[in-house]
Antibody, heavy 119, light 106 residues
């Protein structure tokens, strides 16, 4: 059974940093692209970052480019999201997601971790 | 960036009723993907490659469409289908989601 367990969320002040982790199990981690997707309270879904299965390439939307960094440790089956210069608009539940080969869609989702950016 | 516009924003349906949710793309996409989300829960993959049902999805659900117009249909509404449904594309980067359609029980 595929499991994705996120940790690291919490309350952080604007301009500060936070690092999220996602431990994966139930599949061969280094075979799949992985992503982070977020959902602001009461709002829709927004893609945040993706990383290839080897970790050699990463992708971001303009809204987080230069502030967020996605990375992975294939030996530890763990995905990370380093978030710097956080803004109030980054307040959201962050989901770790596993992609299908393609990649085309977000086939598996974790339970999410809430990040609140507020002074 | 491809913008996905879902309609309606909210819809109420009675049990047994047929329901259709539409997702229109600002440019042509090859496939559409759908997710179901209930309050307090993570989104669940629901329909992939436009018309294929994800594991465990009841066969009263179907997906169709091509180009810039796609839809999710529930043949006979059941109370457990009340949720918010999101469409998503990754024919071009960045992947984008629709703003969601909230389906309620009448």
């Amino acid at each position: 059974e595929v499991q994705l367990v996120e940790t690291g969320g919490g309350l952080v002040q604007p301009g500060r940093s936070l690092k999220l982790s996602c431990v994966a199990s139930g599949f061969t981690f280094n075979n799949y692209w992985m992503s982070w997707t977020r959902q602001a309270p009461g709002k829709g879904l927004e893609w945040v970052a993706s990383i290839t299965n080897s970790g050699g390439s990463t992708y971001y939307p303009d809204s987080v480019k230069g502030r967020f960094t996605i990375s992975r440790d294939n030996a530890q089956n763990t995905l990370y999201l380093q978030m710097n210069s956080l803004r109030s608009e980054d307040t959201a539940t962050y989901y770790c997601t596993r992609m299908t080969p393609g990649p085309n869609w977000f086939a598996y989702w974790g339970q999410g971790t809430l990040v609140t950016v507020s002074s | 960036e491809i913008v996905l516009t879902q309609s309606p924003t909210t819809i109420a349906a009675s049990p047994g009723e047929k329901v259709t949710i539409t997702c229109r793309a600002s440019s042509s996409v090859s496939y559409m993907y759908w997710y179901q989300q209930k309050p307090g829960a993570s989104p669940k993959p629901w329909i992939y490659d436009t018309s294929k049902l994800a594991s465990g999805v009841p066969n009263r659900f179907s997906g169709s469409g091509s180009g810039t117009s796609y839809s999710l249909t529930i043949n006979t509404m059941e109370t457990e289908d009340a949720a918010t449904y999101y469409c998503q594309q990754w024919s071009s980067t960045p992947p984008t989601f629709g703003s969601g359609t909230k389906l309620e029980i009448k």
